[in-house]
């Protein structure tokens, strides 16, 4: 099994108990892969250094990234700078990688999805994040980590499959040569309808859905004081980032991640406020989320292969909550959209949708 009990068939989720469980000199990478949205104040390193699981290293998803001409953050790296990031968290290609977020399940998907893409398959999150790792009885630590010692680590090939981003060329991705296709990409798949041409992707996206749709119908307005959700899901949430509008791509769907996600609660202490946090649903509950968002022809489409689907969201990072998800069912034709809205909405050619 070279270094890790699950050899390399390490699952794509573990639970607090499997990770706790793991045999201390098994080559286990436990890394804290916390994101916040630009507009929270809280600061993921800061949070770090004041409360982890014991040995693990942060990862700074906005750091581990390829620059963007649009100045867009967290962008997938590319062969290089991923090597150089596993190397200064002492992750050698046969490691077991761990990944959390303080959230429970928000960020470390994406960041799973990262190693994934770039070919380390050993490599899973931990289902509910550090908040679930306390209210199983695990410890804590605190302060500076451990420096580790840097570990060889090749510049991985980047498989072009399961992302729409930049660079075409498996050579140009791994040593940090790039141009632009993602956009392209969804551009043309936004001219296909698929209820009419097989070959149309299907886009799902991750945000909430007062951003995907702006407009009102009268019809539906006097149910807006007996049911709140209805006025959010209709559109009165502006972007988190300033003068980006909202709305949503040609054909696309909308299914926010939180969909994928049960909310559990704990006390720290018997005194102390109660934490929530999120972990993913059963994989019945999931498939049920994605029957309501696209219907029982398409799902058995999705299901069986016969029609692609491309994740999106905001900037590129709750679409890895529906990527994993997506997974986790055994869906195997999932891309995420690497820009996601922030690109797509900031370039004024795009075709924007503000109608349900």
């Not at 049960?262 to 005194?271: A, L, M």
């Not at 820009?339 to 349900?356: D, L, M």
Request: hydrophobic fraction near 35%.
């Amino acid at each position: 099994m070279s270094g890790t009990v699950f050899g390399d068939n390490c699952p794509l989720v573990v639970s607090p108990r499997q990770l706790f469980d793991l045999p201390p000199k098994s080559d286990v990478a436990v890394i804290d892969a916390s994101w916040h949205m630009p507009n929270s104040p809280r600061k993921a390193r800061e949070e770090f250094l004041k409360k982890r699981i014991p040995n693990a290293q942060f990862l700074d998803l906005d750091e581990a990234a390829s620059p963007h001409e649009l100045g867009l953050k967290h962008m997938m790296p590319t062969g290089q700078v991923f090597a150089k990031a596993c190397q200064s968290l002492g992750i050698s290609p046969k490691s077991h990688v761990v990944l959390y977020d303080t959230h429970g399940v928000f960020s470390s998907p994406r960041a799973l999805f990262m190693f994934r893409a770039l070919g380390h398959d050993r490599s899973s999150i931990l289902n509910g994040g550090l908040p679930h790792w306390e209210a199983n009885g695990c410890t804590v630590e605190t302060g500076e980590p451990k420096p580790v010692e840097p570990i060889e680590y090749p510049p991985p090939f980047l498989d072009q499959e399961v992302i729409r981003s930049k660079c075409l060329h498996p050579l140009q991705y791994r040593f940090g040569l790039s141009f632009s296709i993602g956009y392209e990409q969804i551009i043309s798949n936004a001219n296909r309808d698929p209820s009419t041409e097989p070959i149309a992707e299907l886009v799902l996206d991750a945000r909430p859905k007062g951003r995907f749709v702006l407009e009102l119908p009268y019809a539906h307005f006097h149910y807006q004081l007996n049911m709140p959700g209805l006025f959010r899901y209709l559109g009165t949430d502006p972007e988190p980032r300033p003068g980006l509008p909202s709305g949503h791509i040609p054909h696309s769907l909308s299914l926010p991640f939180t969909a994928f996600l049960d909310t559990n609660t704990y006390k720290p202490t018997p005194t102390s406020e109660e934490v929530t946090y999120t972990t993913l649903r059963s994989p019945h509950k999931i498939i049920e989320s994605l029957r309501s968002a696209l219907g029982d022809e398409r799902l058995k489409e999705v299901m069986e292969g016969k029609r692609g689907v491309v994740t999106s969201c905001g900037s590129g990072m709750t679409a890895g909550v529906l990527w994993l998800g997506l997974k986790l069912l055994g869906v195997e034709n999932v891309a995420l959209y690497d820009e996601s809205w922030t690109g797509y909405a900031a370039r004024e050619s795009s075709p924007i949708v503000k109608a349900n």
